[in-house]
Nanobody, 124 residues
Framework: QVQLVESGGGLVQAGGSLRLSCAAS????????MTWFRQVKNEEREFVAG????????DYTDSVKGRFTISRDNAKNTVYLQMNSLKPEDTAVYYC?????????????????WGQGTQVTVSS
């Protein structure tokens, strides 16, 4: 079992930056592929970024490539999402999700553990 808690969301102007954090409890954290998803009201939950256990592989949805960076610190049991050049269309609730795997999956239904979400709002 693993518990996930997101933080770092807030209100930012277009072009600004935020860094989201996802703190995990339970072990072994290093065995889990970690991801970020986002969800707009009344829409499906969308894959944003993922990172494998060793940090040797990352993946991003096309709309955030070059702007967002996912990273992890296994010693701190934490995964991060650095978001730069934010756009109003990035506005959503962002969720941290985990599964025990060596590869990154983009389907939300494949993930076993979820955080409660953190709101990101980008104004124009």
């Amino acid at each position: 079992q693993v518990q996930l808690v997101e933080s770092g969301g807030g209100l930012v102007q277009a072009g600004g930056s935020l860094r989201l954090s996802c703190a995990a409890s339970g072990r072994p954290f290093s065995r889990y592929t970690m991801t970020w998803f986002r969800q707009v009201k009344n829409e499906e939950r969308e894959f944003v970024a993922g990172i494998t256990q060793s940090s040797s592989n990352t993946d991003y949805t096309d709309s955030v490539k070059g702007r967002f960076t996912i990273s992890r610190d296994n010693a701190k049991n934490t995964v991060y999402l650095q978001m730069n050049s934010l756009k109003p269309e990035d506005t959503a609730v962002y969720y941290c999700a985990a599964r025990e795997s060596f590869v990154i999956a983009v389907r939300a239904t494949l993930y076993d553990y979820w955080g409660q979400g953190t709101q990101v709002t980008v104004s124009s």
